[in-house]
Nanobody, 124 residues
Framework: QVQLVESGGGLVQAGVSLRLSCAAS????????MGWFRQVPGKEREFVAA????????YYADSVKGRFTISRGNAKNTVYLQMNSLKPEDTAVYYC?????????????????WGQGTQVTVSS
């Protein structure tokens, strides 16, 4: 069992940066690929970024590539999402995810554990 708790969301203006954190419980954190998804009301939850168990490989949605960076600290059981040059269309609830599959294959159906979500609102 893995519990995920996100933090760091908030209301910001377009163009600024924000860093989300996800703290994971349990001693098997390094056994999971980790990822971030986001969801706006009325739309399906979508993939944002994923990172391999050892942190050596990362993957991004085209919409955030070059602006967002995912990283992890296995010693601290934490995964981060650094979001730069935020845009109003980045507004969503952001969810942390843990998966036993590979980071490259991470998708909605392969997530084993979800966090409760943190709201990010970007004003224009």
């Amino acid at each position: 069992q893995v519990q995920l708790v996100e933090s760091g969301g908030g209301l910001v203006q377009a163009g600024v940066s924000l860093r989300l954190s996800c703290a994971a419980s349990g001693r098997t954190f390094s056994s999971y690929a980790m990822g971030w998804f986001r969801q706006v009301p009325g739309k399906e939850r979508e993939f944002v970024a994923a990172i391999a168990r050892g942190g050596g490989s990362t993957y991004y949605a085209d919409s955030v590539k070059g602006r967002f960076t995912i990283s992890r600290g296995n010693a601290k059981n934490t995964v981060y999402l650094q979001m730069n040059s935020l845009k109003p269309e980045d507004t969503a609830v952001y969810y942390c995810a843990a998966s036993r599959t590979t980071a490259q294959a991470m998708g909605l159906m392969s997530v084993d554990y979800w966090g409760q979500g943190t709201q990010v609102t970007v004003s224009s």
